[in-house]
């Protein structure tokens, strides 16, 4: 609160003197283009995660069991994946997300449409997991080394994920 | 380090990864027969081109590529096809690891290179049986 005053007082001061109050201090610092990939790829990883937990709670009556778990075993394992891939990448974003300036494009709708066949759903995540893999592999290059890393190991889990879906679908 | 360092260093540790699963794929496919033993020599050809490539890429930037062990250490022992693929599993998972590094690297091409074949190399081992993981590649405190 002191400082807010005191800071209050050199403002009156200096226009008194000829300043241009606050458009002297010139356009609010714009978000870096990393910061803007980081919140795409946290958007995208959210759409992800409510995919699969609308699939694990469509599959949850009508699992076809495998000799390696039911196919809801299967989604719900990597639904748990994605949320902690959700985790670390919200963990790397240090400016509040309302500062970004771009907002992003999800490259499917926000509310996720399954199809109602069990088979088709797991077909459908497949095609979602591939799509997620390409994309953060092309945005690999905008983003600081460390971030680049968790990137490409998510990119990895994504795709591996294509495997374990493509073998519980085929039971 | 300085960016042809860090670039060097990191398809050196990549390099590495594919000797040792070159090597490994050798003990593995000598314990797997029929589809099994295929798939094992398929992969092992795709990791010998990798190595391969890698030796050109780092003698280009004008430095040596580290030459192959003689031997390695294993990190499981195999008188099984049960431990074949487990061998192998443990292999891919491991060059996943050996391309973190250039994931890091300057250069997006080669940032993508890396995530492309590290997205390869957690799929094959996925289909050799490795449960799947969150972070393949990263150390456990993730």
Known sequence: MLAAAAAGSLGLTGCLAGCKGIKALGPVPGVSAEVVTLEHTISAEEQLVAIYQAAVSQLGDTSITSGNGSDAQVVAAIHAEHVEH???????????PRYAKAKPTPSHAAT???????????????????????????????????????????????????????????? | MTGKKTTVAALQAALAAEQAASYGYGVAGAHLTGSAFRAASADNVLHERARDNLVKMITALGANPHPAAVAYRLPISVSTAGDAANLAAD???????????????????????AAKT????????????????????LAAQH
């Open chain 2, 118 to 137: 590290m997205q390869a190399a957690a799929v094959r081992a996925a289909r050799w049986g490795a449960p799947s993981r969150a972070f393949p590649g």
């Open chain 1, 86 to 96: 959700l985790r670390q990448l919200r963990a790397r974003l240090i400016l509040p």
């Open chain 2, 91 to 113: 292999l891919e998972l491991g060059v996943v690891s050996g391309y973190l590094s250039l994931a890091a690297v300057p250069d997006p091409a080669l940032r993508r290179l």
């Open chain 1, 112 to 171: 996720p449409q399954l199809p109602s066949d069990a088979k088709a759903v797991i077909a459908t995540l497949a095609g979602y997991e591939r799509s997620a893999a390409q994309r953060l592999t092309g945005d690999l290059s905008a983003v600081p080394a460390a971030l680049a890393q968790l990137m490409a190991s998510i990119s990895a889990s994504e795709a591996a994920h294509v495997v374990y879906l493509r073998r519980a679908g085929a039971a």
